[in-house]
């Protein structure tokens, strides 16, 4: 099993960043994909970027050049470096590991709200 454990997020207003990291405990060694995922009120949850454990990366439009994710490998711990923000980018995050054989394992979420 693999536990994920989220921190980072809190109240900012349009324009501001926040960096939400993610810990992961247990068996993780075997895991290969970290990302991050948000629910926005009334809409689906949705990816926001991801990177592999070779460090490719992979992000949603809407955040292109405003989000950043990285990853220290040694310590497990993925991060969500978060600029620019906008009242749309409001959603509980969630912290998510993919292992090796696709099993996927989720944090229990944290909320970000961007507000003037």
Known sequence: QVQLVESGGGLVQPGGSLRLSCAASGNRFKINAMGWHR????????????????????????????????????????????NNLKP??????????????SHSYWGQGTQVTVFS
């Open 39 to 82: 629910r926005a009120p009334g809409k689906q949850r949705e990816l926001v970027a991801s990177i592999t454990s070779a460090s490719s990366t992979n992000y949603a439009d809407s955040v292109k050049g405003r989000f950043t994710i990285s990853r220290d490998n040694a310590k497990n711990t993925v991060y969500l470096q978060m």
């Open 88 to 101: 749309e980018d409001t959603a509980v995050y969630y912290c998510n590991a993919v292992d090796y054989w």
